[in-house]
């Protein structure tokens, strides 16, 4: 993981780094990944100077992004670069510690808006690995070798088997309501209760209860699956490990693909990689992000796509687009609208889209769709307004149509422009990939949940798979929001940036999410939505922050001094 930042970044309230999301297992400071054979671990040791920003020390494995980057990284290469393995042990590297959580004097010293992405970033890392024990046949098991509080506990909640040491002081814990004053939102009150079924009164005494439940008690209460003396605990642990493995749909004897390094150039007003570049607009606050299609034809079969490995356009682009949104969210908070637009050959994303659909079992293949779902999800839990343009020589088809839908407008021009007027009209063209295998996290398509008063329209949308659609005809089966012709596209949509631009970026935040995610609520849209709204109001009362907060008293020795007044 790299960090560039000025020489002598100050500390505390406006101490931010840019951050690089680049990591490597030969880079990682805080975490060990130990493959042995069908098992691997993940052995938490923090480093404890080894804090991204300076200002804490990271102790007791409490953690901090830099933390989560490798955590990330190293989900992502179990799953591309070793497919034997089939079940996965977290687990701590230090005496009678698995992991502290959040680092408390980071979030204390910490900006607003560097808590909420940290937080956003930690929690998609979680979900990362509940897809693995999902999609991949990469189970996780929670090894919590000592005490897990807070943060700590919610990496374990994302393992599908907890099993804790029963030593008489190890216990888990969210101990957030009563020492800090703010909430266990980024993942643990939701996967307590949805997830793990813990009785809400139970729930309740354990999330204002600061010392945790032990041994047979956290069994009981659903708070863990197993609670195992020391003495027997290692053994337990590469059983458990050997069980899940053995139940794994994981192909044995498979060769996996090495994530080699992104190529990017950054300057003052680009990010540039070979499928995506961003350009950027400081002065009206907007990014202008452009996709391109594949140089070259499809591979005609899966062997050629695991020979193209990192190289294979599906797979290097979604990885480009995954870097960019995590950079441009935590290092660029005044570009507040992202425009997105599409060139390329729509033939040859169509080819592709159709190889990843005709070989989606293959492992490497059911691989790469699952990224794309988590990038797309990641773009729909992003504070930012998400605007397509639809132009002549877009290729907005099949998995890259989903970026329109993903956006809160898009606009599509009608015929050619004028300084080309014998260009082919823009066109989008629905596939079997918006119909299914790239869901949102309420569990719905995005086609779904834009016709979620109409679903008829959902069906008789699937009729026109494959069919090209120009904008008239995009626009009145409500593909896209509008349809312009040449005469009136420039202004209609420079003052639909500007407009966006002029309004607060607190309230676009809010009113984004809620149009965002119709219908049911999942676990991960409770949970997004607690840390849009809940998470985001606490971190900025008083209460917490404030100068006799509970975040800034922590450790001092003196109590918070709180506002009791209920808003």
């Not at 804790?164 to 814990?173: C, H, K, M, R, T």
């Not at 139940?247 to 190529?263: Q, V």
């Not at 132009?391 to 839908?405: H, M, Q, T, Y």
Request: with cysteine.
């Amino acid at each position: 993981m790299s960090l560039t930042a000025a020489a002598e970044a100050p500390t505390g309230q406006d101490a931010v780094p840019v951050v690089s999301f680049d990591a490597h297992p030969g880079s990682y400071r805080h975490l060990r990944l130990e493959i042995d054979g069908e098992i691997a671990r993940i052995v938490l040791r923090v480093d404890e100077n080894g804090g991204l920003v300076p200002g804490y020390e990271l102790k007791l494995n409490s953690y901090d992004l830099g933390v989560d980057i490798e955590l990330y990284d190293a989900v992502q290469r179990l799953r591309f670069e070793h497919p034997e393995v089939r079940a996965v042990v977290i687990t701590g590297g230090l005496e009678k510690v698995f992991c502290a959580g959040a680092n408390i004097r980071m979030l204390a010293a910490s900006g607003h808006p560097w808590k909420v992405n940290f937080c956003k970033f930690t929690n998609e890392t979680r979900n990362g690995i509940e897809d693995a024990t999902a999609n991949s046949g990469q189970t996780y098991i929670a090894a919590v070798n000592g005490t897990a509080a807070g943060g700590g506990y919610e990496l374990a909640l994302a393992c599908e088997h907890i099993i804790l040491i029963d030593d008489g002081s190890s216990a888990v814990s969210l101990p957030e309501v009563p020492l800090l004053a703010v909430l266990p939102g980024t993942g643990g009150l939701t996967r307590v209760v949805d997830k793990r079924g813990v009785r809400k009164d139970l729930a309740d005494v354990f999330a204002t209860k600061s010392e945790g439940v032990r041994g047979a008690t956290a069994v009981e209460w659903k708070l863990v699956d197993e609670a195992v003396p020391r003495s027997r605990f290692a053994e337990t642990v590469q059983r458990r490990a050997q069980e899940f493995a053995a139940r794994s749909h994981r192909p044995r004897g498979a060769k996996g693909i090495t994530l080699t390094p992104l190529e990017r150039t950054v300057t003052a007003d680009t990010i540039a990689y070979r499928h995506v570049t961003a350009e950027l607009d400081r002065e009206l606050g907007v990014v202008t992000i452009t996709l391109r299609g594949p140089q070259e034809d499809a591979p005609q079969t899966v062997e050629g796509v695991h020979d193209l490995g990192a190289d294979f356009w599906p797979l290097a682009l979604t990885r480009e687009l995954d870097d960019l949104i995590l950079r441009l969210r935590t290092n660029e908070l005044e570009l507040g609208t992202w425009v997105f637009k599409a060139r390329g050959d729509i033939g040859r994303v169509l080819a592709y889209d159709d190889l990843l659909a005709v070989h989606a079992d293959d492992w490497l293949v059911n691989e790469i769709r699952h990224y794309l779902k988590r990038t797309l999800k990641r773009l729909d839990v992003t504070s930012r307004s998400l605007i397509a343009l639809i132009e002549p020589g877009s290729c907005f088809a099949g998995p890259l149509l989903e970026v329109v839908l993903a956006c809160d407008r898009s606009y599509m021009l009608e015929g050619a422009f004028e300084e080309d007027p014998d260009a082919e009209p823009a066109r989008i063209v629905p596939t079997g990939a918006n119909f299914g295998p790239y869901p949102m996290g309420n569990g719905l398509t995005r086609l779904q949940s834009r016709f979620y008063g109409e679903p008829g329209q959902v069906e008789r949308l699937r009729e026109l798979t494959g069919r090209p659609l120009q904008a008239a005809e995009a626009a009145e089966l409500g593909l896209v929001t509008f349809a312009f012709d040449d005469i009136d596209w420039a202004d209609e949509v420079r003052i639909a940036l500007e407009e966006r631009s002029s309004l607060s970026p607190d309230a676009l935040t809010g009113m984004e999410a809620s149009h965002r995610f119709v219908g049911p609520e999942t676990v991960e849209t409770k949970i997004f939505g607690r840390l849009s709204a809940w998470q985001n109001w606490i971190f900025v009362r008083p209460n917490a922050s404030g100068p006799e907060g509970a975040l800034r008293k922590y450790g001092t020795g003196r109590k918070a001094t709180y506002d009791r007044k209920r808003v």
